[in-house]
């Protein structure tokens, strides 16, 4: 009967019910928005150290992240690396922001991402057009589909410049995009060299590959005393030196977890507000309720009951704005992500956020005089 | 008749307000309630009868005195203890009705029995029985506002029989009545206190009532002032020498 109850209360007033689940439809949207903004901005940062194969990164000195990498690294990196017990491969990666220009004119900033995919250390993902083989070919270049109008191409056998060599797309990816808005372009190590016109042996990073059974902390520590003027990292450690660069030096992580906490509180304050006049407009049933002999616990089931179907009604509702946003999302340069993990987290915040607001409703029950219902 | 109370309360006092404003609401009252029995309580307004029923349904603490239901002391209860007596022993029937607006007849009674933790199919099968006892079978499913006043009354008094209480409180049971609906809530009361041998209280201000009692109380100022069973051969009426006690408590 809690629920009947519940359920007939709620839409007792339907103008109150609709309030409600407005607040709270809005409330989910924006918080899922956020959060998955918030998502989709994590996946892009990490996303080359996610597909790269290494367990450890050897980077210069104080390198932010992975687009700026810091002073280049020189052979005698590589061959201390490759010297040290239980290092199966040490494979340079070349990662720099780079002019591009386009053909039609004018320019725009590029990640150039100088990789040789056969050393097994990061190759392009997802080549929904020619073939990762394709990087190979002269003055190759691979974009992803998503920044075609950014670099003023159209497609396959286009051509444009980077700094002051010519290049060529060979092959297109889908989805690899990047959080600083200047698309990720891959080339080979060597070409990627000489389009900078940096040294012939110069990287910006080594991507360290293990041999089978050996320690990575203990190659680790042993790196850090060889490679001296350098930093060996983790693939965790460098994602979160990445997320932080990116995320929260800049502001822009908290500025979206602040949001979400922005759409909670609202959230929270009107059905809070709702199911407070909601209580005090039923408070004789509640009073006739404590008169037949319900425990104060029964009355507050009916009440969280309330708040748990407004919140489950809401989040219906307001997951399905926010999977129809995602979906008009998904071509933008900064894609919203929505995951089950988050899908999951934003029911239980939702059913948390009525939880909180059912406790003004319940203090006002709380005080409830039985007596009341003799009043006439 | 068993002589054995099913309600006894002894020396009830109750004060309410505080400081200059302080009223002594009850002054001493001592009363017994048995089962089978229809007993009116009759006053003029502010003699204290609602305050009475308040406390002799476990609703609100006196200031002094004991109340005992079905043999268990509500002495020193707090709120819930208090709630758990009335869940298990009391049946309460308001002027007003006091139903649920958005629930039917049968989910009405049926929330009655859910407080007490009843299983939902138990609630179901007792819920319509009560109903049909009260001569409602054919309404379960309506609402409170397509029913007429007597009806709804019978739905609370179905709600009030339906957790087998040893006692009925009711307030002003045929205030909202008309004539006819009013004799018939009253005769349901009082068929109640003699086939389900429980003990019915009803506060009521309308002489129609008489006909149905078995015994009838008077309180004034907060005082027992007479307790009549006017359907007793002897015709016995138990005049309370309350002066001693005004005096006591002037």
Redesign the interface.
């Known amino acids: 009967?809690?629920v009947?109850?519940a359920f007939?209360?709620l839409?007792?007033d339907r103008i109150r019910l609709i309030v409600t689940l407005i607040g709270i439809l809005f409330s989910i949207v924006l918080v899922a928005v956020q959060l998955g903004l918030y998502l989709g901005a994590r996946k892009m940062i990490i996303g080359m150290i996610e597909n790269a194969s290494g367990e450890l990164w050897v980077t210069s000195y104080g390198a932010k992240s992975f687009e700026e990498g810091g002073i280049l690294l020189t052979p005698r990196e590589r061959h201390a690396a490759l010297s040290t017990p239980g290092v199966k491969a040490a494979i340079p990666l070349l990662v720099t922001f780079a002019e591009w220009r386009k053909p039609g004119g004018g320019s725009t900033n590029a990640v150039l991402v100088g990789t040789n995919p056969d050393d097994g250390g990061l190759a392009p993902w997802n080549v929904v057009k020619g073939s990762t083989d394709d990087i190979t070919a002269p003055d190759s270049i691979i974009v992803d589909t998503s920044y075609l109008d950014d670099l003023g191409i159209k497609g396959i056998g286009d051509t444009a410049q980077i700094e002051t060599g010519r290049v060529r797309v060979t092959a297109l990816t889908h989805g690899i995009r990047s959080f600083t808005m200047a698309p990720y372009v891959f080339t080979t190590l060597n070409r990627s060299r000489s389009l900078l016109g940096a040294p012939a042996d110069a990287y910006s990073f080594l991507i360290v590959r293990l041999e089978d059974g050996a320690s990575r902390e203990r190659v680790r520590d042993a790196l850090r005393a060889r490679l001296v003027g350098t930093e060996i990292l983790t693939r965790d450690e460098f994602r979160d030196r990445s997320l932080d660069q990116w995320l929260f030096s800049t502001g822009a992580g908290v500025a979206l977890i602040g949001g979400a906490i922005l759409g909670l509180l609202v959230g929270t304050v009107i059905v809070a507000q709702t199911l407070y006049s909601s209580t005090k407009d039923h408070l004789?049933?509640f009073a006739?309720?404590?008169?037949?002999?319900?425990?104060?616990g029964?009355i507050h089931k009916v009440i969280l009951t309330q708040a748990g179907l407004s919140g489950g009604i809401g989040y219906g509702l307001g997951m399905a704005i926010a999977l129809i946003v995602v979906a008009l999302s998904e071509r933008t340069p900064l894609p919203i992500i929505m995951t089950p993990g988050l899908a999951v987290s934003l029911l239980l915040l939702t059913l948390f956020m009525c939880a909180v607001s059912a406790i003004s409703a319940i203090v006002k029950v709380t005080k409830i005089d039985?007596?009341m219902?003799?009043s006439? | 008749m068993n002589r054995t109370p099913i309600l006894e309360a002894r020396g009830i006092t109750k004060e309410l307000g505080e400081g200059a404003g302080k009223v002594h609401a009850l002054r001493g009252v001592s009363l017994k309630l048995h089962p089978g029995e229809l007993t009116l309580l009759m006053g003029p307004s502010g003699s204290g009868k609602t305050t009475l029923l308040s406390i002799l349904g476990c609703i609100l603490s006196p200031t002094a005195g004991t109340i005992s239901v079905a043999g268990e002391s509500a002495d020193g209860l707090g709120p819930e203890g208090l709630a758990d007596l009335r869940r298990r022993h009391i049946g309460f029937v308001f002027q007003s009705y006091n139903l649920f607006p958005t629930l039917n007849a049968l989910e009405n009674v049926r929330l009655a029995l859910d407080v007490r933790g009843a299983r939902p199919v138990e609630t179901i099968a007792r819920a319509e029985a009560a109903l049909r006892e009260v001569g409602l079978g054919h309404r379960l499913r309506n609402f409170p506002r397509n029913m007429s006043g007597g009806e709804q009354q019978r739905v609370a008094v179905a709600r009030a029989l339906a957790g087998k209480p040893s006692v009925i409180l009711a307030d002003e049971p045929t205030a909202a009545l008309d004539s006819e609906n009013g004799n018939s809530v009253m005769q349901l009361l009082s068929q109640i206190a003699k086939d389900r041998h429980h003990a019915v209280l009803a506060v009521t201000h309308d002489p129609r009532t008489h006909a149905y009692a078995d015994r009838i109380m008077r309180i004034e100022d907060g005082l027992i002032i007479s307790d009549d069973r006017p359907a007793d051969t002897s015709r016995n009426v138990t005049k309370i020498d309350v002066s001693k006690k005004r005096k006591a408590n002037a």
Do not use: W
């Open positions: 009967m809690i009947t109850l007939r209360n839409f007792h004789s049933e006739t309720l404590r008169a037949l002999g319900s425990s104060s029964y039985p007596a219902v003799f006439k």
